[in-house]
């Protein structure tokens, strides 16, 4: 189906971009422009009514495969530690802190890779050649977590970077200290100092209409609302199906740890499916919550559309209803990217009819990169901040987009403190699988 690849980048292993685009470009005929209508609405749901104020940057897409260390198939003692691996699978449930499987994360900013015709770019691969990289494997795996064997039935294409590592946790621990960032208190009093000063303002938040089909409502997501998403994904993120770092046959990894909701998507065979490929998992069920805060945004900006509009127009035909089924999470550390790419992976029918992309985003702030074209330098670009709701749908469905950086340390302070996110980006992007009939 789809002939792009989503290089996402994930920690300072490797890099990828995405495969050549076959198709041509976008369907939108809208160029980009870089021009954006800022607009407060008058009324504004209630959820709008609270800013949150977060302090971000942007990136550019590329695909940054990661090294990955597959095991050789004709290496013994490489096969010794696949068969350990496949026989552990992630426990479920409140796992507090991710064990020893994170301590790279926060490692140095990958180099950037600029796509010129949109490949992917699969840095070197460190394979383990000798037995004291494999005695390693073996050691980080007996310190991780026991693992319930149930869905350890691994197909044959599973690829994954971290079979059998101990469940991601989003969060940092509570009882070991060793992530907590101590904010010296009167940086905690100026924040929520400015925080109230912004909640009473009645600039609470910007609609802001990027072309036809795609809107950012800023600072959409309250900041209670923030920490309750924050804190479900973590849940889930820890138990069966949860995060992984999704990897591709060839080795290559993408930057970022993924978990599906609803539907499983593989980055490798680029399609939905009810299990995943990695762990023989099911995606968990998408949670009812996130599905109010989708169904909040999307009527948020068809009021604003109606208003700009001046009511002329039937906000529906630029950005129409969709009911997510879908759920795409990704955990970016302060490293991670992701390439220019198309979503296009949902049934055709939603597709055609444009049934918007919306996507929530938590934590550091992003650069987000959007266009026509798989193009870095004719992207136009914008961030997206904690709290922040996109949509593109409608002639925007088909945009390139992609993440080219995180903002170390760009997450309002309470996000760190209240949910205890660990220092990176949290992204979720809601879809409809298939548009009703009719
Ligand atoms: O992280 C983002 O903002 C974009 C994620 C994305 O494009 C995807 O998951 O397909
Ligand atoms: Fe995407």
């Known amino acids: 189906r789809h002939k792009y690849r989503v290089s996402r980048e994930f920690g300072p292993e490797t890099e990828r971009s995405f495969e050549p685009q076959k198709e041509g470009p976008s369907s939108s005929s809208h160029s980009v422009s870089s021009k954006k209508l800022q607009m407060v609405t008058p009324v504004l749901p209630k959820s709008l009514d609270s800013p949150v ?5 942007l990136d550019s897409p590329l695909m940054m495969a990661e090294q990955v260390h597959p095991p050789k198939s004709q290496d013994p003692l490489v096969q010794t530690v696949a068969s350990i691996q ?5 426990e479920s449930s409140s796992a507090s802190c991710g064990s020893g499987a994170v301590g790279s994360l926060d490692s140095p900013l990958q180099p950037w890779k600029s796509l010129d015709s949109s490949l992917m770019m699969a840095e070197q691969v460190q394979q383990p050649k000798s037995q004291d990289s494999l005695v390693q494997m073996v050691a980080s795996m007996q310190l991780s977590k026991p693992l319930d064997s149930s869905s350890a039935s691994t197909g044959s294409g599973a690829v994954g970077s971290d079979l059998g590592a101990a469940p991601f946790d989003i969060c940092m621990g509570n009882s070991k200290g060793i992530f907590k960032l101590n904010r010296p208190l009167h940086e905690i009093k100026r924040e929520e100092k400015r925080l109230r000063a912004r909640e009473l303002s009645n600039s609470a938040a910007q609609l802001q209409h990027l072309r ?3 809107v950012l409502l800023k600072s959409f997501l309250k900041p209670d609302d923030q920490v309750e998403i924050i804190k479900l994904c973590r849940e889930l993120g820890v138990g069966t199906g949860g995060f992984y770092q999704p990897a591709y046959r060839d080795g290559g990894k993408l930057s970022l740890r993924m978990m599906c909701l609803g539907k499983n998507w593989d980055p490798d065979s680029r399609s939905y499916g009810d299990t995943r490929p990695y762990d023989g998992a099911q995606p968990p069920q998408m949670p009812q919550e996130l599905t109010k805060f989708v169904e909040e945004a999307i009527k948020a900006s068809h009021d604003f559309l109606k208003q700009r509009g001046k009511g002329a127009t039937d906000p529906a035909a630029e950005l129409p209803l969709m009911s997510p089924d879908i759920c795409i999470v990704n955990f970016y ?3 991670g990217k992701l390439g220019l790419h198309k979503d296009k992976d ?3 029918s939603s597709l055609d009819k444009g049934l918007p992309v919306v996507s929530f985003s938590l934590g550091d702030t992003a650069e987000f990169l959007y266009g026509d074209d798989r193009d870095v330098d004719k992207a136009s670009k914008i961030k997206l901040e904690s709290g922040d709701v996109l949509i593109f749908g409608g002639q925007s469905r088909h945009i390139f987009h992609g993440v080219s ?4 340390k760009s997450a309002p302070l309470w996000v760190t403190d209240k949910a205890n996110l660990r220092p990176g980006r949290l992204n979720l992007t809601f879809r409809q699988h298939s548009a009703p009939r009719g």
């Open 405 to 408: 950086s995180i903002a170390p």
């Open 53 to 57: 104020q977060p302090r971000k940057s």
């Open 333 to 335: 550390t302060t490293g």
């Open 212 to 214: 036809p089909g795609m």
């Open 346 to 348: 949902e049934d055709k």
């Open 86 to 90: 496949i026989s552990q699978s992630p």
